[in-house]
């Protein structure tokens, strides 16, 4: 028997598909003119310092992703330095444009007055490129090999490293905080292939007795990054590159981390593991996004205020 579709039939399939372009329409709006400025702090605590040494405040920026005109990101940026933190670290991609290096530099401005160090990403060197969205969905993600629009990356740098910065590219250097010595180690943008394991400074110029952190700093996470800085000796590893995700599924999370990092880690304070050693491993989400890519849903930009405390003296 052959049937038809009623007119009231035909009428309803319209409308649900009325409804669901205007579902999307609107979640796209929101995804690329609110969500991707609603910034924010997250703080986390932890309790690794040795006993004894005063509490070290960490604000770690992550993927500013900064061009021109972003006045909005910049005045937030600025807000910052009311935190008075002890230390800065800023984990790369600072740049999303040829010409965004005197705006991020204006809105930097009031933080660079503070300690810091900093480690870069492929987008401190190169500019996005426009492609396929459903490209970066793309859960194999491997790192970048072809080339692409230099940015003035040196120019950054030396105003970073002007103001006291420390750059931490394939190096490693201690900065001293009251009584407290903070070892570093840094590598250049593991997405790019450029990562060079230093391992962490010996102690020779202080005493390897006194109270000490280690603390590594990379772009992108990738597994064997975590590793390796691990097996060194790290007590804090701090990344990001991830965005969080950049678009997530509410009560799931991200679906992809751009990197070989598992999603569930893409965003937060997690422990990475590695033999019987844990270190805490903290994942900005970052505070920009590709300017080819101008969306966060359910993925708030951030900043991350780490508060170190002493361990128990047991």
Same mark, same amino acid.
């Given at each position: 028997? #052959?049937?038809?579709?009623?007119?009231?039939?035909?009428?309803?399939?319209?409308?649900?598909?009325?409804?669901? =372009?205007?579902?999307?329409?609107?979640? *796209?709006?929101?995804?690329?003119?609110?969500?991707?400025?609603? *910034? #924010?702090?997250?703080?986390?605590?932890?309790?690794?310092? +040795?006993?004894?040494?005063?509490?070290?405040?960490?604000?770690?920026?992550?993927? !500013?992703?900064?061009?021109?005109? #972003?006045?909005?990101?910049?005045?937030?940026?600025?807000?910052?330095?009311?935190?008075?933190?002890?230390?800065?670290?800023?984990? $790369?991609?600072?740049?999303?444009?040829?010409?965004?290096?005197?705006?991020?530099?204006?809105?930097?401005?009031?933080?660079?007055? *503070? /300690?810091? =160090?900093?480690?870069?990403?492929?987008?401190?060197?190169?500019?996005?490129?426009?492609?396929?969205?459903?490209?970066?969905?793309?859960?194999?993600?491997? +790192?970048?090999?072809?080339?692409?629009?230099?940015? +003035?990356?040196?120019?950054?740098?030396?105003?970073? $490293?002007?103001?006291?910065?420390?750059?931490?590219?394939?190096?490693?250097?201690?900065?001293?905080?009251?009584?407290?010595?903070?070892? *570093?180690?840094? =590598?250049?943008?593991?997405?790019?292939?450029?990562? #060079?394991?230093?391992?962490?400074?010996?102690?020779?110029?202080?005493?390897?007795?006194?109270?000490?952190?280690?603390?590594?700093?990379?772009?992108?996470?990738?597994?064997?990054?975590?590793?390796?800085?691990?097996?060194?000796?790290?007590?804090?590893?701090?990344?990001?590159?991830?965005?969080? $995700?950049? =678009?997530?599924?509410?009560?799931?999370?991200?679906? !992809?981390?751009?990197?070989?990092? /598992?999603?569930?880690?893409?965003?937060?304070?997690?422990?990475?593991?590695?033999?019987?050693?844990?270190?805490?491993?903290?994942?900005?989400? $970052?505070?920009?996004?590709?300017?080819?890519?101008?969306?966060?849903?359910?993925?708030?930009?951030?900043?991350?205020?780490?508060?170190?405390?002493?361990?128990?003296?047991?």
């Amino acid at each position: 028997m #052959q049937t038809t579709d009623s007119p009231r039939t035909g009428a309803a399939l319209g409308w649900t598909a009325g409804l669901a =372009v205007t579902a999307a329409a609107a979640t *796209f709006g929101y995804a690329s003119l609110v969500e991707r400025t609603l *910034f #924010q702090l997250r703080e986390e605590t932890l309790r690794i310092l +040795p006993p004894g040494v005063k509490p070290l405040r960490v604000l770690h920026l992550s993927d !500013i992703h900064m061009t021109p005109h #972003q006045k909005s990101k910049a005045e937030w940026l600025k807000g910052l330095a009311r935190l008075d933190p002890d230390l800065v670290v800023n984990t $790369g991609d600072n740049l999303s444009h040829p010409k965004a290096v005197a705006p991020l530099l204006e809105a930097l401005a009031p933080l660079l007055k *503070f /300690p810091g =160090v900093f480690v870069p990403g492929s987008n401190d060197y190169y500019a996005p490129r426009l492609r396929n969205p459903f490209g970066y969905l793309n859960t194999s993600a491997k +790192p970048i090999t072809k080339p692409r629009r230099d940015l +003035p990356w040196a120019e950054l740098f030396s105003a970073f $490293g002007a103001a006291g910065w420390i750059d931490l590219t394939n190096r490693s250097q201690s900065i001293g905080f009251n009584n407290l010595r903070v070892d *570093f180690t840094g =590598v250049d943008d593991p997405h790019l292939n450029r990562d #060079q394991y230093a391992p962490y400074p010996n102690g020779s110029s202080t005493s390897a007795q006194a109270p000490h952190l280690r603390v590594a700093v990379a772009h992108a996470p990738y597994q064997r990054v975590l590793d390796y800085f691990t097996e060194g000796g790290a007590e804090l590893i701090l990344a990001g590159h991830t965005h969080g $995700g950049q =678009v997530c599924i509410p009560g799931y999370g991200a679906l !992809i981390s751009n990197c070989d990092l /598992p999603t569930w880690r893409a965003r937060g304070l997690t422990p990475w593991e590695l033999g019987a050693r844990q270190v805490p491993l903290n994942v900005s989400a $970052g505070i920009g996004t590709s300017r080819f890519a101008p969306v966060r849903f359910a993925c708030r930009p951030e900043a991350v205020l780490l508060t170190l405390t002493p361990r128990d003296r047991t």
